[in-house]
């Protein structure tokens, strides 16, 4: 679904990323582990289409096609999703009509047609029960005074009605605390399929507890250093990142 | 022969027309002085700093329309808010339109300045009401002058008026250029409540001036709601002259939504003579396309324990450009004042222009007294957000934009004003989504 070949990228003419090698399949959920500035953020973000990083070798193929010209909007038309670690404050907008637009903007864009009124509307009711979000949340301003634990169960929300092919999670857990963290790895795992794929970025090894990765990555200053199983994220919890470093260095 | 002389000179015809012997042709004859005297208002005056007339003086403009003209409802219909049942003063270049109007003398009067001028049953409200609150600046005297025609509403006490008043003004564009000076009163008796739709609109692409002047009384606990639709062909101009005189426990607010025209300047003055009085002042702007729209607004704070409340947003694009000039004056009597002003701007091109400036002259000292202006761009982490979720470039900026000034369409009461007005930004923006929050 996602190859990632030894991407290398910056913002700003300082480089970030520097050789990525990623390949990621339908059904498997990845997680990515590194310490503050490893470049964690920077991989979401570009995978995502941010205009500001500039990819200056290495292509991203996204089911088969090399998507680096590809507008955000167009990324997110052929399903990728991004949650963000900070999502943005959007008075004025609720967020019942910031979902209705996005779905329907991205149907049109397929060339379907916009979803039936009660179609929408049974589907807000579901998906908001099934991560237990109050109803008048949903007429409230987009992330306007929520709580860092709201925000990212309404970044999951959106997702959960997007319905993704690859969700790319930044950071998701940051800021929750463990009933908030269990609400939105259920609803991760509820939306996983044979289809589609899951991306976690994450600095600790806490919500890979509840969202089962198939494989761990670490990044340390732009590349992946090791990969393994879900058993390296525990490795990496008890005895912190150093002893990656001294081995890699080494 | 420029516009001045013109107007000055055509003045003696007026008083062929007219009944000169009478009231109110006194205050026109000391009207029309004022005007000869000072003429236009010119760029070196402090309040015409950042808007000048010369360029929509420049025209040959008809001061009186040569003919009647008539229009089918159906010509003109998507200009009313029709989905809703209302009272109608329609004008067409200045003259009343029986066929499109739906007036009352149904224990209110909404009807026509002309027959509150010559009927002798109005006299006692011309009397006591007529330029009572209008100032006598060179504008506003200049309508004074000519003041014959325009919207006549009397709700006396204890009464809601039941349905909005639409006032609507057509222009045909039958003359090559038109000036228009309609004159609106507006008396709101005790307790009484009344919505009212302003609209001024020119069919063709001639140019139209309109210099219009509205008094509104409201008398004590009355409430008065005033919506103004600005969203005007590129050469029509206008200048609102706006008066609102307010007594104790009154409450009165006036929208204006500005979308379109060449050059818009909104003079809204608001006087509270008595205590616990509320008076909101809000307005949504539009504009791009070298349009120009000033907000230039007062309010006099003359007794203790009352509010104001002002809030503006602007969106300027293009070559478009601003003003937003808010004045609050608190007399030393006016302890207790809640004031606030905030005056919001995004400009969404390099090339447009917004002026600012509050200004508050406080003698009272037990007051509460706020005012914010800003001037912004679109938030680029916004706009990566909305297209990370599949909306597009274009259709993000929109919501961005809607969002940004949503909070002044909160206040709105007549529903489907509303709407319509989401409508009219979302054509604005040039998006098809609906804003329907």
Known sequence: MLRINNLHAGVEGKSILKGIDLEIK????????????????????????????????????????????LSVEERAHKGIFMSFQYPVEIPGVTVTNFIKTAINETRKAQGKKEMPANEMLKMLRDKSEMLDIDRKFLSRSLNEGFSGGEKKRNEIFQMAMLEPKLAILDET?????????????????????????????????????????????????????????????????????????????? | MNLKEKLVSSFLAFENQVEVDTYVHDIRSQAIKVFEQNGFPKKKEEAWKYTSLNKILKEDYSVFPKQENALEYHEVKRYFVHEIDTYKIVFIDGKYSSHLSDTTHDGMDVCLMSAAFNKPKYRLIIENYFNK?????????????????????????????????????????????????????????????????????????????????????????????YYKVQNDKDKASLIDNTYVSQKQQSRVSVHTFSFGGKLIRNNLNFYQKGEHIESTLKGITIIGNKQHVDHNTLVHHQEPN?????????????????????????????????????????????????????????FADDVKCSHGCTIGQLDNRAMFYLRSRGIPEKEARAILMYGFANNVLESVRIRELKRRINQIIANKLGVNIGFDL
């Open chain 1, 173 to 250: 857990d940051s800021g929750l605390d463990i009933d908030a963290l269990k609400i939105v790895a259920n609803g991760v795992n509820i939306l996983r399929s044979e289809s589609n794929a899951v991306l976690v970025i994450t600095h600790y090894q806490r919500l890979l507890d509840y969202i089962i990765p198939d494989y761990v990555h670490v990044l340390m200053d732009g590349k992946i250093v090791k990969s393994g199983g879900k058993e390296l994220a525990h490795e990496l919890e008890e005895k912190g990142y150093d002893w990656i470093k001294d081995e890699v260095s080494v």
């Open chain 2, 133 to 225: 609150a209008a100032e006598s600046d060179s504008l506003t005297s200049l309508n004074t002058a000519f003041s014959r025609e325009g919207a006549y509403i009397h709700i006396p006490k204890n009464k809601l008026a039941g349905k909005p008043i639409q006032i609507l003004h057509f222009s045909t564009g039958d003359e090559s250029a038109l000036m228009l000076q309609p004159r609106n009163l507006i008396v709101v008796d005790e307790n009484s409540h009344v919505e009212i739709l302003e609209r001024h609109q020119s069919l063709t692409d001639n140019p139209v001036l309109t210099n219009s002047v509205t008094e509104i009384f409201a008398n004590k606990r009355a409430i008065v709601d």
């Open chain 1, 26 to 69: 339908p059904g498997e959920i990845h997680a990515i582990m590194g310490p503050n500035g490893s470049g964690k953020s920077t991989l979401a973000s570009v995978v995502a289409g941010k205009e500001e990083y500039e990819i200056s070798e290495g292509e991203i193929f996204y089911e088969g096609e090399d998507i680096e010209e």
């Open chain 2, 306 to 362: 009352c509010e104001s409340h002002q809030d503006y947003k602007g969106i300027f694009g293009d070559y478009a450009t601003g003003v937003f000039n808010g004045k609050v004056i608190v007399d030393k009597k006016a302890q207790k004042t809640n004031a606030y002003q905030a005056n919001n701007n995004l400009l969404i091109d390099d090339k447009a222009t917004i002026n600012t400036k509050p200004q508050l002259e406080i």
